[in-house]
Structure formats: structure tokens, C-alpha cells
């Protein structure tokens, strides 16, 4: 599902349309009833920097948000790096990351009962830079930054090897 996004250039006259992937996606099937999975993905989650916002039993989902200043050394972002590995940036798109001030990264975890008490994981993460005009000052500008997956695919390990860690380890 794609999401619009009208860039108005007033200067120039024109208008112009910026596709962008609203979210990317990573599903499992983990071998492990939901209320360990719930658990899991809670604990990876925040050893990873995020802070959980919204964790329901009731439907299973927990959302959380991973928040990033940008420092600029000799004009080169420290968060490059990390958003090389975590998004899409195409060529076209340097110049606004490149001047991010700041970005986020909003990961869902859906988790749904499967068969034989497993449970079905869905990860999407959405990625929003940041962009301050005027010496970082003012209201920021959001650049929406395609996810690529990595995140998505990197969490469900980790909640898998927590889960493997924790079967395996003996009873306290």
C-alpha cells in the first residue's frame, strides 16, 4: 500500500508526487504459544532502545518508537550508517538525509494464535526523518524513508533466539 505524499515547490511553480511504502514487512510463524511471544518481543524491543507505547493483550499488537538525534561531525551524519542499513535511500533522496535533524522509527509487532500453540508474527517498522530548516530550529519537515526490511527481519530473529535462550535455560 502506497501513501502520497504533494511536495509543493512554490519557488519553482510546480508540484510534484513522492511515492513512499508506508511500511515494510517480516512475518513467522515462531513455535511458541503468544503470551511468551508477547513477552519476548516486549524485552527485545527495549534492550534494542525502544520504548514501548502501546502493548494490547487484547489483540495481540505492541507498537513501540525509537527516537535519534542527528550529530554532524565535519559534515558527515553519524546516523548515516544506520540508516544505510535500515532503509531504502536512494540516490535521489541523499540530500535529505543527509540533512535530517533527527528520525524515527516506529516498529509494530502483530502477533496472532497459530495451530499447536505457535503464533503468527508480523513485523513492520516505519521510518521518519526529520528535517529542521534554520539552524535547527523551527517546526521539522517529515521525510518519510522506505524501510528495507533488515529491522523487521533482525527483530523476529532476536525475539526467536530469546525465545530458544529462555526454552532452553533451566527453571529458577
Known amino acids: 500500500m502506497l501513501s502520497e505524499m504533494r511536495l509543493g515547490l512554490a519557488i519553482l511553480g510546480f508540484s510534484t508526487i ?17 503470551d511468551r511471544v508477547r513477552e ?7 534492550e534494542d532502545g ?13 507498537t513501540a518508537r525509537r527516537a535519534r538525534v542527528v550529530k554532524y561531525t565535519d559534515g558527515k551524519s553519524d546516523a548515516a550508517a544506520d540508516l544505510q542499513r535500515i532503509a531504502k535511500v536512494d540516490p535521489n533522496w541523499q540530500a535529505d538525509v543527509s ?8 516498529v509494530t509487532v502483530a502477533m496472532r494464535p497459530a495451530e499447536n500453540d505457535k503464533t503468527l508474527v508480523k513485523v513492520s517498522a516505519q521510518i521518519t526523518g526529520a528535517n529542521r530548516r534554520r539552524g535547527r530550529r523551527g517546526a521539522p519537515m517529515p521525510v518519510p524513508i522506505e524501510s528495507n ?14 525465545l530458544t535462550s529462555s526454552a532452553n535455560s533451566p527453571p529458577s
Do not use: C, M
Not at 519476548?40 to 527495549?46: C, F, K, T, W
Not at 525502544?50 to 505492541?62: H, Y
Not at 526490511?149 to 530469546?162: A, F, P, S, T, Y
Open 18 to 34: 513522492v511515492r513512499v511504502s508506508s511500511a515494510a514487512a517480516y512475518s513467522a510463524e515462531l513455535d511458541a504459544p503468544p
Open 40 to 46: 519476548a518481543a516486549i524485552s527485545s524491543l527495549e
Open 50 to 62: 525502544f520504548k514501548i507505547s502501546g502493548a494490547r493483550r487484547s489483540t495481540g499488537d505492541v
Open 99 to 106: 540533512s535530517l535533524s533527527e528520525y524515527y522509527v516506529t
Open 149 to 162: 526490511g533488515v529491522l523487521e527481519k533482525e527483530l523476529v530473529d532476536h525475539i526467536q533466539n530469546r
